[in-house]
């Protein structure tokens, strides 16, 4: 097992670092005003060359790895401390790309993918519903094939970079096909007769870019948006699985910045005439996030190195390092929250603001429980239980 990086991952690191560094400090306002020039950020990425990591070169991606898609967004979110570096790479290369790729035509892929990957129209995940989100299954948003259009009704909310993006990856109930089995995914294009977009509600965290609400009225879509139909569920998990690959590196970058916020405070503030560093009490936390981030960063790593096919990360694998995570972050943001003293609870230093966004961090990509429950369905498949009341 080598755990060091080949010369071209850390010249691909570096970039990343550069093309984060160039946003530094401009976090601040984007959380204040929940506003960001995004379609600046995404152009500087395409600069960069950091959009379609791993998107094949035949739709005008970099053919790339997952462990790519890692050292590039980890060292965007570290070095800019803020998420919205990561949505350009996310949104070119993460589940939304992903998915096409596994298009039922080759139409498809090609009237979609070069576009997206480019970052010329922005691909979101419209999954979760008003009323239903850990339940994904129970779906109500329909898709009605007519002639050669689907009909697609209903409401999400929720979905990051709505309505900035022009592209909706609207996972719907095909053929009325109750449970997982009637479960599909159509592309629905801003524009589209009866799709109305909002911003929808504030969130604490993850600010700069609206998480939204896509509501569809008959929206009529052409056949060749379609993705997969009812039956593809469980592939349509496996490009998903880019998603809780992108959450583990968020939980990741944003408790090393966390970590480098706190050693630098606890360097300079003083109490009894000394550094607090030098309290015993202090240099154990630290050494604690240190520990916990080491662990996780490990995690996030083989969820990307024994991805299949290099891009498609393995269902329990990405699974244990997203809950890792999510339930890391925000004890370790909280931790450091605490060793900014009264410091910690005002508006004027990043660890409230990176303790705010491991909280909108939790639940995205599916809650702690309800990734405990799909480790366990692996961990024990002869122990399954039912969920539904
Ligand atoms: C910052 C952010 C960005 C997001 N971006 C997107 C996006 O781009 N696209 C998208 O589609 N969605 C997005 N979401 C939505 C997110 O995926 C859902 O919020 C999440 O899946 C939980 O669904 P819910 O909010 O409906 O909670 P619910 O499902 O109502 O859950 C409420 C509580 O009940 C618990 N619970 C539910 N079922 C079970 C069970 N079987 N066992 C144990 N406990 C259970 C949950 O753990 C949770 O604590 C985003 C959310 C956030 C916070």
Same mark, same amino acid.
């Given at each position: ?18 093309? &984060? ?33 791993t ?13 790519? @898609? ?16 990561g ?6 290369? &993460?589940?939304g ?26 691909c ?86 609206p998480?939204?609400e896509?509501h ?15 039956? &593809?569920?469980?592939?349509?998990m496996?490009?998903?699985?880019m ?6 590196? @968020? ?7 966390? @970590? ?32 916990a ?7 996030? @790593? ?5 991805a ?39 508006l ?12 909108a961090?939790?639940?995205a990509g ?24």
């Amino acid at each position: 097992m080598d755990f060091d990086f080949t010369p071209e991952q850390l010249e691909l690191k570096e970039r990343a670092h550069k093309a &984060g560094m160039a946003w530094r400090g401009r976090h601040t306002s984007w959380d204040r005003d929940d506003a960001s020039p995004y379609r600046e950020v995404t152009e500087s990425m395409r600069e960069a060359g950091l959009l379609g990591l791993t998107i094949p070169t035949e739709y005008g991606g970099k053919g790339g790895t997952a462990l790519d @898609y890692v050292i590039v967004v980890e060292e965007l979110f570290r070095s800019s401390q803020s998420w919205i570096l990561g949505e350009p790479p996310f949104c070119t290369t &993460g589940p939304g790309p992903s998915m096409v790729l596994l298009a039922e035509q080759e139409e498809t892929r090609r009237k979609f993918l070069p576009d997206i990957v480019n970052g010329l129209k922005g691909c979101a995940i419209a999954l979760t519903e008003p009323d239903h989100g850990s339940d994904l299954t129970d779906l109500e948003t329909t898709a009605v094939l007519d002639g050669d259009d689907y009909i697609v009704t209903g409401s999400k909310r929720f979905i990051t970079g709505s309505p900035e993006n022009e592209i909706y990856a609207v996972f719907a109930r095909f053929d009325d096909i109750p449970g997982a089995k009637g479960v599909g995914c159509i592309l629905v294009e801003k524009g589209t007769p009866g799709l109305d977009l909002e911003p929808g509600a504030q969130f604490v965290g993850s600010r700069g870019l609206p998480h939204g609400e896509v509501h569809m009225h008959e929206c009529r879509v052409p056949r060749i948006n379609l993705i997969r139909g009812a039956g &593809g569920f469980s592939d349509l998990m496996t490009a998903f699985n880019m998603e809780r690959l992108h959450n583990s590196i @968020y939980s990741l970058a944003f408790a090393e910045a966390a @970590y480098e916020e706190t050693v630098r405070y606890c360097e300079e503030r003083k109490s009894f005439g000394r550094p607090i560093i030098e309290f015993q009490a202090t240099y154990h936390s630290l050494v604690d996030m240190h520990v916990a981030i080491e662990a996780h960063r490990l995690l996030t @790593y083989k969820a990307a190195v024994t991805a299949i096919d290099s891009r498609f990360p393995r269902p329990l694998d990405s699974t244990v390092s997203k809950l890792s995570g999510a339930t890391m972050l925000p004890n370790l943001t909280q931790q450091g929250v605490l060793l900014h003293g009264g410091d910690g609870a005002t508006l004027d230093f990043p660890i409230q603001r990176l303790h705010r966004d491991a909280i909108a961090a939790m639940v995205a990509g599916g809650s702690p429980p309800v990734l405990r429950n799909a480790i366990a369905a692996q961990l024990f498949p002869g122990h399954r239980f039912r969920q539904h009341a």
